[in-house]
């Protein structure tokens, strides 16, 4: 295959993932539909903001949803990812523990990985994806600090099949399998 080529079916495959997160968007309902974008170092990634809300700041109180991203990487070791955005710095260093719940399904603890500026965690690897292609909700909860309490971020799963599939195709990876 020529470059030339490859970049065209390249293109193709970015333009037909866009069109179909598009066609998933569409069918939502505003933030609790799946958003394509690009990350840095060539990632793709899909985005949906929590059903519940979070509190920022002490003297003026500003309520977010957090938000769950779904990314994989190009050539990249390993190809998949997943990450929770907040507004407000955890109280952490290194890892943080996460209670995971699928569905009604019982609680796992896992060690996530503090993202930039404490604003969040990751956690990579193709397993941890591949679960959440078969379920419906998904309830994260970690501890902001010895004191300070617990965050909870619980997401709608409708349409994650089409939106992982999309990155897939768009990075040219096959499907998370567990």
């Keep these: 295959m020529t470059t030339r080529a490859f970049v065209i079916l390249t293109h193709a495959v970015l333009a037909a993932a866009i069109l179909l997160l598009g066609a998933a968007q569409s069918s939502g309902q505003g933030r609790y539909t799946w958003r394509l974008g690009s990350g840095p170092d060539g990632q793709v990634t899909a985005s949906i903001f929590s059903l519940n809300t979070l509190s920022v700041g002490s003297s003026r109180v500003i309520d977010y949803h957090p938000a769950l991203t779904i990314s994989c990487r190009r050539g990249g070791n390993p ?100």
Excluded: M, Y
């Design 79 to 178: 190809h998949w990812s997943q990450s929770l955005q907040l507004k407000d710095p955890v109280s952490a260093s290194g890892t943080i523990s996460v209670s995971v719940r699928l569905d009604n399904g019982g609680e796992r603890t896992e060690q996530w990985t503090l993202g930039f500026q404490d604003r969040g965690f990751f956690k990579d690897g193709s397993s941890g994806v591949a679960r959440l292609l078969q379920s419906k909700r998904l309830r994260l909860s970690w501890r902001f600090g010895f004191l300070a309490g617990r965050g909870e971020a619980i997401f709608n799963l409708s349409g994650i099949h089409e939106a992982v599939a999309g990155l897939a195709g768009a990075c040219g990876v096959e499907l998370p399998v567990s």
